[in-house]
């Protein structure tokens, strides 16, 4: 066959080829239709708009206390729309700004724990054998550790440094994604597919790109949507205990800590913040099951 | 079964001693000593503290005296709690946190696992939407949140429960117990549904009921002992947990358990206490996981764990 008619061949090859919807494109139209994780996605994205925007917006600073108003209910009138706390800093400002603390340890610890889980267990799910058994033995014995003491422990003897939480939440969050790699791959490299790829030579780098990542992807976007909110909550309950975010930064579990000190006195303070958490992890559990359902065809029924 | 329970335990002594080494390790390289005070000691007097309580000597030398002094299952003197060995504060604080971990495991099987089953059975309908929010709420709403709201609610706002502190009345009880179950019920709810789901799909139960079995016995004599499965192993490492006494609930309702001593112990850098409830944590969590390997073959009978054929 020389080059042009070639050519000819694949262009009327191309035009027959009605574009499949990819697993990815087809999830998220069955995504689409699940109200609730539809919900769930406006609220994080306004939750997100609302965290970086708004303090710019407010003419009240986190730091800086109105000598005016200590412990004031919120009120159109002062303009504090949260009220004060008890050192007269504005509500508003503090729980957005606390808000930017919790997301952004949400984010980059996930991420930290996603990328150690990825690569551990994509090796060891790759390789298998005898490495494999040796990795996965050693995310048993680690399973078997009391990880929240490590943490707090960590938090006592280094100080409360935030990169020190991404690092430590991140570390105690990989192993269930080392494992859920690990016997993803493992079950993948087997499979009739990436067999047919191989014999019709396509070389180990290939068959990596094309067929194990996107097929891992799924199971990934979803653990990270449910990896999230944990983190969140580790963190915020780091700062309840005072281990957390130090002052004058502050984040959702710090704010809630001092709201419920003045429970009797000022109960607006714990109010906002720990809707704003909850809504947040609400909503973050919402999305993860709704991209469970979505991206798992198992389920498809 | 002898066996396998006899090889579990040996497999559990490398794992705690891994555990035992790096919590040492870990609280010994941290700033600052147990006897750090505002007022800085006279020399002499440190150095006889750190005589007395062997602080004086290399590290290694250390950790040998205290891997042998656990091995009699002594915890040693606390470092800060003076007059107070660790055996003491634990054997002190432990039954009530095991007191208040207990009821609230049982309170939240008891009504997890039937809201589960029951939201199962009506699956995609009205009332497992609404089951499931529910329970989605109690997993999103962190219990240092929960309980303010309660303690504002039942104590100050009604009147009807103390707000803190402890004896082992039921009225102390109530709250923390109720903050501790909350999470527990939802997270066995959900499980207990997304399992008993795919139990109600399988052949064996479409087979029962081609049989002609009434579904009562079909749901609770064949659906419900499989779809348990799930729940169990969350149980594990959740009442080891639970039992160890929660940080946040024993703050909150100033309650005297374990789990309080820990942050404490690891601000004080009270070296002995902070080994000693993470020990008893380490100990709890590998027996829990192996009471949970048991349970898993008492309910499913296709698990033999001493079968040479299957483990070979």
């Known amino acids: 066959m020389n080059e042009t008619s070639r050519d000819a061949f694949d262009q009327a090859l191309d035009t027959r080829i009605i574009r499949g919807r990819s697993l990815y494109v087809d999830a998220w139209h069955r995504l689409l239709k699940n109200r609730a994780a539809v919900a769930a996605l406006f609220v994080l994205g306004l939750m997100v708009a609302l965290v970086i925007i708004g303090p710019m917006l407010s003419q009240w600073d986190h730091e800086i206390p109105d000598w005016d108003n200590y412990s004031t209910p919120p009120s159109l009138e002062t303009g504090h729309l949260f009220g004060t706390d008890a050192l007269g800093r504005d509500l508003f400002v503090r729980t957005l700004v606390g808000g930017q603390i919790s997301l952004l340890v949400g984010l980059v610890a996930t991420l930290v724990s996603l990328i150690i889980g990825i690569s551990y267990g994509a090796v060891a799910g790759y390789f298998g054998g005898r490495v494999d058994n040796l990795m996965m033995r050693a995310v048993d014995a680690i399973y078997a550790m009391p990880f929240m003491f490590f943490v707090i422990l960590l938090m006592v003897i280094f100080g409360r440094n935030i990169f020190l939480i991404f690092v430590a939440i991140g570390a105690i969050n990989w192993l269930d994604m080392a494992r859920i790699v690990r016997g993803q791959t493992l079950s993948l490299k087997n499979k009739d597919f990436v067999e047919a790829a191989r014999a019709c030579g396509a070389t180990e780098m290939q068959i990596i790109r094309r067929h194990i990542v996107p097929n891992l992807l799924g199971v990934v976007i979803v653990y990270v949507t449910l990896t999230i909110p944990q983190v969140i909550l580790v963190e915020s309950f780091l700062s309840f205990l005072g281990l957390g975010v130090q002052e004058p930064l502050t984040s959702w579990g710090a704010l809630v800590n001092e709201g419920a000190q003045e429970l009797e006195t000022a109960p607006w303070s714990l109010f906002f913040p720990a809707g704003f958490l909850a809504a947040t992890l609400f909503a973050f559990n919402f999305l993860g099951d709704g991209l469970r359902d979505a991206l798992d065809p198992k389920d498809r029924l | ?312």
């Open chain 2, 1 to 312: 079964m002898l066996n396998y329970s006899l090889k579990r335990l040996a497999s559990a002594i490398p794992t705690l001693l891994l555990l035992i080494t790096f919590a040492f390790f870990l609280i010994r390289i941290a700033p600052g000593g147990p006897f750090d005070a505002e007022r800085a000691l006279p020399p002499e007097i440190e150095a006889n503290l750190a005589a007395k309580y062997h602080l004086d000597e290399p590290l290694v030398f250390q950790y040998a005296r205290y891997l042998w002094q656990i091995a009699r299952l002594d915890f040693g003197p606390s470092f800060h709690y003076l007059d107070w060995t660790v055996n003491d504060l634990i054997a002190q604080g432990a039954p009530v946190s095991f007191t208040l971990g207990a009821i609230a495991l049982v309170l939240a099987l008891l009504i997890g696992i039937p809201i589960g089953a029951w939201a199962a059975l009506r699956q995609n309908r009205p009332a497992d939407y609404a089951a499931m929010s529910v329970a989605m709420i109690g997993i999103s709403i962190p219990n240092f949140v929960v309980a303010p709201l309660l303690i504002l609610l039942f104590a100050i706002t009604l009147g009807w429960l103390p707000a803190g502190g402890w004896e082992f009345t039921p009225s102390r009880m109530v709250l923390p117990v109720i903050t501790l179950a909350l999470p527990m019920i939802a997270y066995i709810a959900r499980i207990t549904r997304a399992s008993m789901i795919e139990v109600l799909h399988s052949s064996f139960i479409r087979t029962a009921r081609a049989k002609g079995m009434p579904e009562k016995t079909v749901l609770l004599d064949h659906a419900l002992k499989p779809a348990l499965l799930p729940v169990i192993s969350y149980l594990g490492p959740a009442a080891a947990a639970i039992l160890t006494g929660s940080v946040v609930v024993e703050r909150i309702f100033t309650i005297p358990g374990i789990g309080s001593y820990f942050v404490q112990g690891a601000l004080n850098r009270d070296y002995t206490l902070v080994m000693g409830v993470v020990i008893l944590y380490g100990i709890l969590i590998i027996l829990f996981n192996f009471l949970v390997d048991l349970l898993y073959a008492w309910l499913d009978p296709r698990i033999r764990y001493d079968d040479p054929e299957v483990a070979s």
